[in-house]
Structure formats: C-alpha cells, structure tokens
C-alpha cells in the first residue's frame, strides 16, 4: 500500500541543525523528495533523491535514505529563521509522476 | 516564464454547488495532475491527465472529473459540493519523458465551500 509518514512538529534554536523524519511503504518507489511550503504558498522543491542512493548533500540541506527500513532524513545546518515553514516528504514510482505525500512536519526556529 | 499559474486564487461556493478550476502548465510542459490539500494535510493525488485524457487517478468520488485542452492547461470540475471539499487544490505539470522527476506546482487555488 502507499503510506507515508512524518512527525507532525520540530522547534529547534537558530544556528542549530534540524532533522526532519519520514517513513514510507512503497518499495517500488523510485524517487523521493523533500517539499517547503510556507503559509499561504504552494509548494517549492527542495530536493531529491533517487532510490539506487543513500545520500545526498546541497549546499545546507543533506538527504539520508536508508531502502532497507523504508526511512528518509532532511538535515538542515545552521537553521534559520527563514527555514520556518512546513516540510513534506513525498515518494514517486518511476514514470507515474504521481506523487504520494507525507502529512508535512511543521518546523518552527526559535531566534 | 511564468511557471504554472492557476485561477481562481480563493472560491467560495455553498453546499451543493458546482464548481470549476483552472490550470496552465508550465510553458513546454504537456502532463497536468491535480492534488486536493486539506486543512492541516498533505496534498493528496486526484488524477492526472495527458494527451487530452485521464492517464491515472487517485481515491476520489466521480464527483470530480477534469479535462485537458489541446494547449494542455486542464480544468477541474467538482459537482454537488461537500463541506469536505473544502481545501487548497493544486495542480502541479511536468514533461512526460523528462529525464528528471520534478514536477513544478502551482500556488493552488483556496475552495470554501459554505
């Protein structure tokens, strides 16, 4: 089935690292990315990875995936004020450009 | 480029209602889905459209249907409104073939439904 799950609040201190979980059923799935929404706006890309990978690092941002337990990490560094928004993990099968979200995890710096 | 551009913004319609959005793609891009954000929710797939038809489609009631025009900007109809179906509906585009899965969404359009 096609399920995907992260933890619903993270408060962390500006300048600290955030990282923000996701789990995730399908083992079909291909790609997997990580979306920023802030309130009142759509959606933006951060990044992705595909699933033949187990890491992938930009600029702040590093995605961790480990296939085998289905988990997916964002790490942001030196988090800041701006970062505050909601996070969404979503997975794809490749080819069907049908995306699967997780239910966002709401991110919040302290300054 | 203007990216993908939806209309209206904000909807509001009463219970029982019709209702009708609309999407353009982004420019060179010919695959439209459409998803349905509830309060507090991740997005969720309605179905996606390509060459005109229905190519996939998510757990949604026949309730909501779509179309595709030949300039490949979509429609998204949602008869007999619901209180339920009130939400943020994005549609998102891409190019079927792209080397590179990243779909660009929308900013959405915000549906009350009274």
């Known amino acids: 089935g096609e399920d995907v799950e992260q933890s619903l609040f993270l408060s962390v201190r500006e300048g600290d690292s955030s990282v923000i979980n996701c789990t995730y059923t399908d083992s079909s799935s291909t790609y997997l990315y990580w979306y920023k929404q802030e309130p009142g706006a759509g959606l933006q890309l951060l990044t992705y990875i595909f699933s033949n990978m187990d890491m992938k690092q930009d600029q702040r941002l590093t995605v961790l995936l480990n296939k085998k337990d289905k988990h997916l990490s964002l790490r942001i560094a030196d988090t800041q004020t701006g970062d505050s928004a909601i996070y969404f993990c979503?997975?794809?099968?490749?080819?069907?450009?049908?995306?699967?979200f997780g239910t966002g995890t709401r991110l919040k710096v302290l300054a | 480029d203007a990216g993908v551009t939806q209309s209206p913004t904000h909807l509001i319609k009463t219970r029982g209602q019709q209702v009708t959005l609309r999407c353009s793609p982004k420019s060179g891009h010919d695959t439209v889905s459409w998803y349905q954000q509830a309060l507090g929710q991740g997005p969720q797939f309605i179905f996606q459209y390509y060459e005109e038809e229905e190519r996939q489609r998510g757990n949604f009631p026949d309730r909501f249907s779509g179309h595709q025009f030949p300039n490949y900007s979509s429609e998204l109809n949602v008869n007999a409104l619901l209180l339920g179906d009130s939400a943020l509906y994005l549609c998102?585009?891409?190019?079927?073939?792209?080397?590179?899965?990243?779909?660009?969404f929308g900013p959405g359009t915000r549906l009350t439904v009274l």
């Open positions: 998102a585009s891409i190019k079927t073939g792209s080397n590179y899965n990243e779909q660009f």
């Open positions: 979503a997975e794809e099968t490749s080819g069907t450009y049908k995306y699967i």
